[in-house]
């Protein structure tokens, strides 16, 4: 777990691999293989009341981890618990 300073406030989030081991039957080459599997999922609990946000992002594109982190932290960024009518009038 990790701790993370939004500026909507605090969450955590959690990350988890796993691993699948493939039999020969269901690979292309009839060989077995592994297939692996990533998850990053955010909780951000709401300032106003007994609730939290869920952001999950899940991919079998491994390769491409950094790409999907950055873009889950790019929509973690935008996260905002004001409504946005409320803040024009102020």
Avoid: N
Wanted: hydrophobic fraction near 45%.
């Amino acid at each position: 777990m990790q701790w993370l300073d939004l500026p909507c406030g605090p969450a955590v989030s959690c990350v988890t691999w796993r691993q699948y081991q493939l039999g020969p039957e269901v690979t292309a080459t009839a060989e077995p293989s592994a297939f692996v599997t990533a998850e990053i999922q955010v909780h951000v609990p709401f300032p106003t009341g007994p609730f939290t946000a869920v952001f999950t992002l899940v991919t079998a594109s491994v390769d491409h981890w950094t790409q999907f982190v950055d873009m889950m932290g790019g929509i973690l960024q935008t996260v905002s618990f004001t409504d946005p009518a409320e803040a024009l009038t102020e």
